[in-house]
């Protein structure tokens, strides 16, 4: 497997490319503040000429996205556009509004979370009596591991329910804390035997859609000159390679790195059989 290139920083091959691609959790942000020296870069390399579109895979659309970039000190400047596994996960839903669907998330998130469908008139019904499962994360994501589902969901796949998985991430970093994501749900759903629809990362269709939105910018490049930026190689590095852009693994997300990075970022690839063609210990111009 080939191994990644280790340049000093983004200023080094920002000219092989046109377009970025960039995470936006663990990369921008940890959802607690804003890592000032990647915005910069991304700064930097618009000033140079370059797009940059942030794709994430939050279960919200853009706007609501967005909105925290400023309390996080995240400047508009950084980026051209944003997309959001939740605006993909909403056309998916837009397609399917004659279903039945149960809607797993968190109880208390249902005012937040009403912003994925709002909208779109789904109808909502119990987990027995549903046709589709949305799901948007833990009911409890505090105190309770995905395997405290399995059983839940093995009966949902026996039934031969079908579920749209809003965020395909199967951790998310907030602060200096782990916790759970949608996408380990989905995991699970998938080893009893269920089918998963997966609108964002590292599916196509929220690939698409940032593509499409930088072209109405009046944005187009090769796939070779596209990069993208992620600090999981389960999402992140794995839909650049299915899409022919060059992969930049960052270590400022999910994985805490030693003093050893290059051989540490090595092992992680090949633990999640992906490539990077670059990597940094944190995105920097």
């Not at 942030?54 to 279960?59: E, F």
């Not at 105190?143 to 031969?160: F, I, K, M, Q, V």
Request: hydrophobic share 35%; with cysteine; proline share 6%.
């Amino acid at each position: 497997m080939t191994q990644p290139q280790f340049p000093g920083g983004l200023a080094t091959i920002a000219d092989q490319y046109d377009i970025i691609l960039c995470d936006v959790w663990g990369v921008v942000h940890n959802g607690r503040i804003a890592f000032e020296e990647a915005c910069e870069a991304l700064v930097r390399f618009r000033e140079q000429g370059g797009a940059v579109c942030l794709i994430t895979n939050a279960p919200v659309p853009k706007e609501h996205a967005i909105r925290h970039f400023d309390p996080l000190g995240v400047p508009p400047e950084a980026f051209d556009d944003c997309v959001t596994s939740g605006d993909a996960t909403r056309e998916v839903l837009g397609a399917r509004a004659g279903e039945l669907f149960y809607r797993m998330a968190p109880s208390e998130g249902w005012e937040h979370d009403r912003y994925l469908y709002q909208g779109l008139d789904l109808q909502f019904g119990d987990e027995k009596s549903s046709d589709t499962i949305l799901c948007i994360g833990l009911e409890d994501q505090m105190d309770e591991h995905p395997d405290d589902y399995r059983d839940r969901l093995a009966e949902s796949a026996d039934r031969g329910m079908e579920m749209i998985c809003a965020n395909p991430d199967i951790r998310v970093r907030i602060g200096d804390q782990l916790f759970w994501c949608a996408g380990a749900l989905a995991q699970i759903f998938e080893e009893e035997g269920g089918k998963v629809i997966y609108p964002g990362k590292p599916h196509d269709p929220i690939y698409d859609l940032a593509l499409t939105k930088l072209s109405d910018l009046g944005v187009e490049t090769s796939p070779s000159r596209t990069l993208c930026i992620g600090d999981s190689p389960a999402t992140d590095m794995k839909g650049a390679l299915s899409r022919g852009f060059d992969g930049l693994y960052v270590g400022t997300g999910l994985k805490e790195h030693g003093a050893n990075f290059e051989q540490e970022v090595a092992d992680l690839l090949t633990e999640y059989a992906v490539t990077a063609k670059w990597a940094l210990p944190k995105l920097t111009w």
